[in-house]
């Protein structure tokens, strides 16, 4: 998480969103520090903000589940900088050049102590062995692992945010979050972080099989987040069991973002 208490600001990174270039940008260029943990979500600050600090202006960022859904894949084929096969970082989470300094010193790159796995960290080692000991490709990984309705944690606070930046047009609204923070634009936004391996067009790699099952498993989100499914995959499902499911499923995940998803 990165505040600007100059330019009263506070800035919330949700995973696979963007969230690295633009916490890096605010870090470098717009007067940002780091404040609790990197995933830290805004529930998490309002706890230990002061009265003042609650009245700056919050944003933070999504993305469409579909395209997520390959960045995923593709993060645990490439082993992303080293995460996944790394012995350190499959038992802490050290960011993603942190391995060899908490090797020395104990901490990460933030000076925190990285916190052990959690159980959504421990099944993505899990995925990696899959992947990579299989060759699994797409379809092979999403047909075995996607099947609950999709959900993640800006269900706990996104609705309630100043802003919230679209992944898919990202430099654009960065520069719109900026406007309205009342910041001009230093310089173009960065690519940072990005997946290797992954074609832009994420569509490509969903098969018809797997298109079946997407537009049940993400077609709740994105009703909600105001996201529409590709045309080409025909009319998205009406109310069914899903939707029920995704709300039924947000009281025990709200439970699990909140309290134990960073671990020990």
């Known amino acids: 998480m990165i505040i600007g208490r100059e330019h009263r600001y506070v800035f919330v990174e949700l995973p696979r969103t963007g969230s690295t270039a ?13 404040i609790l943990k990197k995933h830290s979500t805004y529930r998490d600050f309002a706890r230990i903000a002061t009265d003042d600090e609650k009245t700056y202006f919050v944003f933070s960022c999504i993305r ?10 593709f993060k645990l084929k490439t082993d992303h900088h080293g995460r996944f096969s790394d012995p350190v970082r499959r038992r802490y989470r050290v960011g993603n050049v942190g391995a060899d300094r908490y090797r020395e ?5 933030q000076g925190e102590k990285p916190h052990r796995r959690t159980w959504n960290e421990r099944a993505d080692n899990r995925k990696y062995e899959y992947v990579t000991s299989r060759g699994a490709d797409f379809a092979e990984f999403f047909l075995r692992y996607h099947w609950l309705p999709y959900d993640n944690w800006s269900r706990l606070s996104h609705s309630e945010l100043d802003f919230v930046i679209r992944f898919e047009n990202l430099e654009v609204d960065f520069a719109r ?12 936004l960065p690519v940072i972080n ?9 569509l ?23 996201y529409d499914l590709p045309d080409e995959w025909g009319d998205a499902p009406g109310i069914r ?6 709300n039924a499923l947000a009281v025990p995940r709200a439970v699990y973002w909140r309290y134990l998803r960073r671990g020990g």
């Not at 010193?105 to 790159?109: I, P, Q």
């Not at 990005?194 to 994420?202: E, I, L, P, S």
């Open 194 to 202: 990005a997946t290797a391996g992954k074609a832009r067009d994420y």
């Open 105 to 109: 010193t104990g901490r990460n790159r």
């Open 22 to 34: 633009i916490a890096k940008e605010l870090l470098s260029q717009y007067g940002g520090e780091r």
């Open 177 to 188: 979050a900026l406007q309205l923070i009342g910041l001009p634009q230093t310089r173009p």
């Open 241 to 246: 069991w899903e939707d029920l499911a995704f």
């Open 204 to 226: 490509r790699y969903y098969t018809p099989e797997t298109v079946a099952r997407a537009k049940r498993v993400y077609g709740p989100y994105l009703r909600k987040w105001g």
């Open 64 to 73: 469409n589940p579909l395209d997520d859904a390959v960045s995923h894949y």
